[in-house]
């Protein structure tokens, strides 16, 4: 096995048990390698098992067959490994907000790392540490999570799954319901966590536009198969295909498409609209 | 996990049982549990396990499901029959089996009289809840509400809020799933920061719960204030004249229903006058 390789699922399959006997797979067969330190984005239309997916990684689910290895190490080796696995895995749900308890946002950043049994003065740096990087003001910590608003519940309680300084880091949607404002700010988190700790990031996220801003790689998950896993510009070409399975391509990316058709020759390889900038000066 | 809690366990269906109207349903198993403390020997108690059974069958619910719902009481018929088993005994009781203890001299004795009582509270336990169990696999909430709310309405004259309960019987099922749901989501979010729900001594356990019901009560006030908006800003005001979008209507078949469980009652209070009681 490879060793910069940080999560590993092989033949992963797996079924509810309320669906029904003969209810299909929620995933079939799913096999993937990620890359130490890379971000992968995860999309796919709704319903096709992302979730479902990404809860195998820190062993809340238990796969009806095949294996899951982070760090080369299969999590459901035994109960200690699958404890190992919750804090070197964060995962962070859709709408996380709706998980806050504590007395003060301090407290409830501090939740995860007490739970991992680290000295109070180790905790409180890297509370510190996580509502900086989630770039959560200060005098914030000190208040209720009930004072703040979305924006910052959301950030907060991504920074309660930072803390605990994950090997790998999971955002299931972390962007849904957010302001272009507080899109914004999330992105500039996820390149921050990235630049400052090097970390494995799986980001699930229904905005093409996202994808193609962040990505190293990208999985398609259709009806619980992995039917597409390649690089943003590897899978946005096969822009036929996405649509059969729900999904789309970053507008930007249809625009310059549109354009080519129309015989304007701009590069078909525009996913950004930082790139879309550049192809645009570049023609003028 | 936590999604296993049926409740308000439906079956759909189109039986005799299904179709019947709510209200009849709902007085008749009330009617049915009172025959079956009326019932004095074993052979009227016969009749109603065979009544209860027939009603089993009519009703084409899977009798595995009907066994799943007798299994929470099985400790509870457990317990019951031990107790039965053991503390019936005086002058006029005769031993059926005794087993010596070896500790102060201490006899266990297994009584005939004990024996009987232990069979007869277990069968009509298991009637009561088998028949009630059928009227919630036949009947849909909405419509066992429904039905209550009609049995009730007299008291509206004593200016009891009979619409108001049922309104907030029909939410409070409505939410259940709801609440489950959120409670699987709240308690997977905790876990994923490493909470322990599993193991350690109950009151770390009491205190690991703490991050979950915290959100969940939250979030279930937060729904009741929005439900609240909702329904006023379409003027609903909880007065009592209110109609339902489903009409209950009585037909032949309750009719029917109901003659055969005055016919059932008439049996089994002939069958305790014949062999007399015993209980
Ligand atoms: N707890 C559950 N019990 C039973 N079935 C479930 C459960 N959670 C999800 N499913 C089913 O599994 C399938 C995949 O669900 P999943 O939540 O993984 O989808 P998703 O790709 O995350 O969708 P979305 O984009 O809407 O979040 C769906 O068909 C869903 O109905
Ligand atoms: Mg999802």
């Known amino acids: ?284 | 996990m936590i999604r296993d809690i049926t409740i308000g366990q439906y079956f759909a269906g189109d039986s005799p049982l299904h179709r019947c109207d709510a209200r009849m349903k709902l007085a008749l198993t009330f009617a049915f549990m009172i025959v079956i403390f009326v019932c004095g020997n074993f052979f009227s108690l016969g009749l109603i396990a065979l009544a209860a059974l027939a009603l089993a069958l009519l009703s084409r619910v899977p009798g595995g499901m009907l066994l799943r719902s007798l299994r929470p009481i099985v400790m509870l018929v457990v317990f019951t029959s031990v107790l039965n088993l053991l503390y019936t005994t005086d002058e006029n009781t005769h031993a059926l089996l005794q087993i010596p203890l070896h500790f102060r001299g201490w006899v266990i004795t297994v009584t005939r009289e004990g024996a009987f009582t232990a069979i007869f509270t277990t069968v009509r336990i298991l009637c009561l809840l088998l028949v009630s169990s059928l009227l919630t696999y036949t009947t849909t909430p909405s419509m066992l509400t429904a039905g209550l709310e009609h049995l009730l309405k007299p008291l509206a004259k004593l200016r009891v809020p009979v619409a108001a309960f049922a309104m907030m019987m029909t939410l409070a099922l409505r939410f259940v799933p709801t609440l489950v749901e959120e409670t699987d989501r709240i308690m997977n979010a905790q876990k994923s920061r490493g909470s322990n729900l599993e193991t350690g001594s109950l009151l770390q356990r009491v205190k690991a719960f703490v991050p979950v019901l915290v959100p969940l009560f939250i979030s279930a006030f937060r729904r009741a204030a929005e439900l609240a908006n909702a329904m006023e800003s379409r003027c609903y005001t909880g007065t009592n004249e209110r109609t339902g979008m489903k009409q209950l209507r009585l037909r032949a078949r309750d009719y029917i229903a109901l003659s055969a469980v005055l016919l059932l009652l008439g049996g089994v209070v002939t069958l305790n006058v014949f062999f007399g009681k015993i209980v």
Do not use: W
């Open chain 1, 1 to 284: 096995m490879n060793a910069s390789v940080s999560v590993e699922l092989q033949e992963l399959c797996f079924r509810y048990p309320h669906g029904g006997k003969d209810a299909p797979h929620t995933l079939e067969g799913v096999t993937l390698a990620v890359e130490r330190g890379s971000l992968l984005a995860i999309i796919g239309h709704t319903g096709s098992g992302k979730s479902t997916l990404v809860q195998h990684l820190n062993a809340l689910l238990k796969p009806s067959a095949g294996t899951v290895l982070i760090e080369g190490k299969n999590i459901h080796e035994n109960k200690h490994a699958i404890r190992e696995a919750r804090f070197r895995v964060g995962l962070c749900f859709q709408y996380p907000e709706y998980q806050l308890f504590e007395e003060t946002v301090e407290k409830d950043i501090a939740y995860g790392p007490k739970n991992m049994e680290l000295p109070a003065g180790e905790i409180a740096a890297r509370v510190h540490r996580a509502a900086g990087l989630v770039g959560l003001d200060a005098a914030l910590l000190p208040k209720s999570p009930l004072e703040l608003s979305g924006g910052e519940k959301r950030r907060a309680a991504v920074a309660g799954v930072v803390a605990m300084e994950p090997q790998v880091l999971v955002l299931d949607e972390p962007t849904a319901g957010l302001d272009p404002h507080g899109r914004g700010q999330m992105h500039a988190m996820i390149r921050r966590f990235r630049r400052e700790t090097g970390r494995t990031v799986l980001l699930i996220s229904h905005s093409m536009e996202d994808v193609a801003a962040l990505a190293d790689r990208v999985l398609v998950l259709d009806r619980g198969h992995a039917a597409m896993h390649g690089t943003p510009a590897q899978v946005f070409a096969r822009a036929a295909e996405l649509e059969a399975m729900g999904l789309s391509v970053p507008p930007v990316t249809r625009i310059f498409r549109l354009l080519r058709e129309k015989g304007v020759n701009v590069p078909a390889e525009v996913f950004t609209v930082a790139q879309a900038e550049e192809a645009i000066r570049g023609l003028l």
